[in-house]
């Protein structure tokens, strides 16, 4: 096997950030002796989220065995995970930094999964994958995001399971979704989505150019987290992409707050 020196495009401050994570943990439950320091784990878990690289490939350009490298990385997202907000508590800190809106978006991401998996499929996509729910603030900045639901699962199905609009009823705001939410909220005073049809009266044309213009930015939310080279095709188990991207989550909001 060949190493070479590469750059990870990542502040120091993250890397701080995460090992300091990683050194409390080890604290907290007494770990005497580990083949990596605090620092070492840290930049061995960023590099497998940030390049998605194979966890034997990762493993050994930093002289650990494959299975030291997944109990490492498995770890360190579980600890990164628990610090994403959750779903009402993102909606009240929103509210309280005084945004009129917020954006709900799906997205999927893929998996490594073979065709009999059909919850996994989805047809909207033609591939195998997860279903994921992000809400973002209207510049981008994600406030949430969801576990894991079959890439089968409409966005209004996973909406519903997640109870988003009884989050933003007690939160007292607004989201702004594409037409894949069309149906979620009857009364349309909590989730508002596009008209949809042809032959549409110029005002709905007109309500429609601004719905996408406020929706915009938001969307960005998504492709934030799809930086991040893991959550291009997921290798490990599908139940176990909901946690990998709350911690990707942390660290982006964090990475966006050094830079």
Wanted: positive net charge; proline residues 5%.
């Amino acid at each position: 096997m060949l190493f070479y020196r590469a750059a990870l495009p990542l502040s120091h401050q993250t890397l701080t950030f995460v090992s300091g994570l990683v050194r409390v943990h080890r604290r907290e439950i007494g770990s005497v002796w580990r083949a990596l320091n605090p620092g070492q784990q840290a930049l061995l878990v960023l590099v497998y989220l940030r390049k998605g690289e194979p966890f034997a490939e990762v493993g050994a350009g930093f002289g650990v065995s494959t299975t030291t490298c997944w109990r490492y990385v498995n770890e360190t997202v579980e600890l990164l995970a628990a610090r994403a907000p959750k779903l009402r508590a993102a909606l009240r800190e929103a509210k309280r930094e005084g945004m009129a809106y917020v954006i709900i978006d799906g997205t999927l991401i893929p998996i490594d999964r073979i065709a009999a998996d059909r919850p996994f499929y989805s047809g909207k996509h033609k591939r195998h994958g997860v279903n994921l729910q992000v809400i973002a603030s209207p510049d981008g900045t994600i406030l949430w995001g969801s576990g894991e639901l079959p890439g089968g699962t409409h966005d209004t199905a996973a909406a519903r399971i997640w109870n988003v609009l009884a989050a933003l009823e007690e939160a007292g705001l607004i989201a702004l979704g594409d037409k894949g939410y069309h149906g979620y909220d009857q009364a349309q005073e909590r989730v508002i989505t596009p008209y949809k049809g042809k032959n549409k009266p110029e005002s709905q044309k007109a309500a429609n150019r601004a719905h996408a213009r406020l929706r915009g930015p938001g969307e960005r939310a998504n492709a934030q987290l799809k930086y991040w080279r893991i959550l291009h095709k997921v290798r490990v188990s599908p139940r176990r992409v909901g946690r990998l991207a709350k911690a990707i989550h942390v660290l982006q909001n964090y990475e966006a707050t050094a830079g």
